[in-house]
């Protein structure tokens, strides 16, 4: 499993730093993700040779930040229909770099958007396989992958 996690490392950091210039610090445990007063998740899904969704979390307070870098606005002209804009592209994009690792041919799905306040993401056919926790501008980010509970084939994943 550590390959899957230094790979989601990798992709984040990448993102996070070259796209956006937020570097993000990877937190030593990732622990149960707990609900938050204000959130934003982006979800897709990677179908195909393999099946698996990948969830990424962060705080309203970063999702505005990083959609502010993004749009190359300030941080008050950010409205909601752009955070979700670019939490979903961001998403796309750590979906994408994982899509590339996986042999086969693999397809992304458009992503699905969640915010609010004190809400959890429960996939109840799919377990964890990778959560990886980091904190960019003082402020939470998370990163986890999925799969179904029957398709075991990523635990075993090996480039």
Known sequence: MLIVENDICQITENIWELMLGLPV??????????????????????TGAWEVTVLMECSAELARKATARMFDKAAPEVDLDDIRDAVGELTNMIG????????????????????????????????????????????????????????????????
């Not at 799905?109 to 904190?135: I, K, R």
Request: charged share 20%; glycine share 10%; hydrophobic share 35%.
């Open 96 to 159: 994408g770099g994982f899509k590339g690792l996986i042999p086969g041919t693999c397809f992304l799905t458009m992503p699905l958007l969640l915010d609010g306040n004190n809400y959890g993401v429960t996939l109840e056919s799919q377990g964890v396989v990778c959560e990886v926790a980091f904190e960019c501008e003082e402020q939470p980010l998370r990163v986890r992958l999925l799969i179904p509970h029957e398709h075991n084939a990523l635990k075993n994943f090996d480039r």
């Open 25 to 46: 610090v990877r937190q030593p445990e990732a622990g149960p993700a707990e609900p938050r007063d204000d959130a934003i998740t982006g979800c897709i899904w990677i």
